[in-house]
């Protein structure tokens, strides 16, 4: 049993957890996201700090998605920061994120589905930045308007 002052959103359990580790994240309404590491001394690790309530996350081995109003952040475990940001709609149109649920699905170490209101966004993380300095870049869009 784990207690937690603050209203908790989401929770991501590590991909190998029970097998290797006991180790989770969680987030929530007070806009942090934690890493729980249990080991002799279990301790917490702040990973973000006042991104706006942590709607959603998801673990993949490497990279740690999550969502909060302002879109989709990208956590990179072996760098040890987050590595890019992904707006899910255009500036006039960010009140949907408020609207409408954000889902997050992985579907491989690299590619991630991004779901809110009627659109689908699908990234992919990819190691060196692109001629904008992108670190992710959109493969496909779906938009059912």
């Not at 966004?121 to 938009?143: F, G, M, P, Q, W």
């Amino acid at each position: 049993q784990y207690d937690y002052d603050k209203q908790v959103y989401t929770i991501a359990l590590h991909p190998r957890f029970g097998e290797e580790n006991q180790d989770f994240i969680f987030g929530g309404r007070d806009g942090k996201l934690i890493q729980r590491e249990k080991s002799l001394f279990n301790r917490n690790c702040e990973l973000v700090v006042d991104e706006g309530e942590i709607l959603n996350c998801k673990w993949n081995g490497r990279y740690l998605a999550w969502a909060n109003s302002t879109g989709v952040r990208i956590y990179d475990f072996k760098k040890k920061s987050p590595t890019a940001k992904v707006a899910l709609f255009p500036p006039q149109q960010a009140q949907l994120t408020k609207m409408y649920p954000i889902s997050l699905c992985w579907r491989n170490k690299t590619d991630i589905f991004i779901g809110c209101g009627n659109r689908i966004l699908i990234y992919r993380i990819s190691e060196a930045t692109d001629e904008n300095n992108r670190l992710v870049k959109i493969v496909h869009l779906i938009d059912d308007d």
